[in-house]
């Protein structure tokens, strides 16, 4: 059987701005999505018999047909009519439920995998169509490095990359619900909904200035620090330690510093690293984002 290895990265979100309700039930967003070098590994076989076979390391994660690897893999067979099948073992180092995407990086590297495994050719529109059924995130895992994300973060646009950051990474021992940080924004955020607001993300786009980006924010931090009251001293404690931006990563409960100088990058994570789970990573471009993912999945657009 034919085997191709791939490494899936992570992702934090620069900011995320929730600017209203649409009328399908999906928060309009504006977000900035930057890959990290914190990488899931996936082992994929192909089969004859056409069944998919989907096993992992992580038992905290459920698979079975409801993980998004096995869902991006029947959906793929159930559009094109793909007799082939696969057996699939994805080696988790993103915890699940961190809000760092990645079980949407696993399903987008699935679709490319895949795509190439069972000679579907499908292009960008076909694969950014099914990316989009199987949720926000995984549009953006088909390009990775940094883009920005709109409408419920499903449409995404590349951009220019600014040199290497330095990310200090810091993973409670608790996961977050993102559909329910969503619903108690709703309830408990409801005032600060508006289509008018104004977008940090936006301005520092037009005006091409990096000092901008201390003025990101994530608007579903405010939920999560009045669940979770220790977020907030994680992210003050990363402001303290120099960062250029701290921030929630998604819908958390991850919390990370961003720093333009390793050697204070490394000084953070050794001193947070004494109380919380730290790891210390870099920010991935577009081009190593592809060399990750590896020839079997790699795009060629």
Not at 209 to 221: A, T
């Amino acid at each position: 059987m034919e085997e191709v290895i791939c490494f899936s990265p992570a992702k934090i979100n620069l900011g995320l701005e929730i600017l209203g309700v649409r009328e399908d039930g999906y928060h309009e967003l504006v977000t900035l999505y930057q890959s990290i070098d914190l990488c899931d590994k996936i082992i994929f076989k192909v089969r004859t018999d056409g069944h998919i076979l989907l096993t992992g390391n992580d038992p905290l994660v459920a698979w079975n047909k409801t993980n998004l690897v096995f869902r991006a893999a029947e959906i793929l067979k159930q559009k094109t009519g793909a007799r082939l099948g696969a057996e699939i073992l994805v080696e988790k180092n993103i915890p699940a439920g961190r809000g760092l995407g990645g079980g949407s990086s696993n399903a987008a590297a699935t679709l490319l995998t895949l795509n190439r495994l069972w000679d579907i050719g499908y292009g960008p529109e076909e694969l950014f169509a099914l990316a989009a059924e199987l949720g926000s995130d995984v549009s953006f895992f088909l390009i990775g490095g940094l883009c920005l994300g709109l409408g419920r973060g499903e449409r995404i646009l590349p951009l220019e990359e600014p040199t290497r950051w330095w990310v200090v990474l810091i993973l409670p021992d608790f996961s977050v619900s993102t559909a329910l940080a969503y619903q108690e924004y709703d309830l408990l955020e409801r005032s600060l909904t508006s289509t008018n607001k104004e977008s940090k993300i936006i301005q520092f786009l037009e005006a091409k200035d990096i000092s901008l980006i201390r003025q990101f924010k994530n608007d579903l931090e405010a939920v999560a620090f009045k669940i979770y009251p220790q977020l907030a001293e994680i992210k003050q404690e990363i402001n303290s330690s120099g960062a250029e931006l701290s921030l929630m990563s998604g819908s958390g409960s991850a919390v990370f510093g961003l720093y333009m100088q390793e050697d204070l990058a490394r000084e953070a994570a050794a001193r947070l690293g004494e109380k919380y789970r730290t790891i210390l990573v870099a920010t991935v471009s577009r081009e190593e984002y592809r060399r990750k993912l590896g020839t079997g999945a790699s795009p060629n657009w």
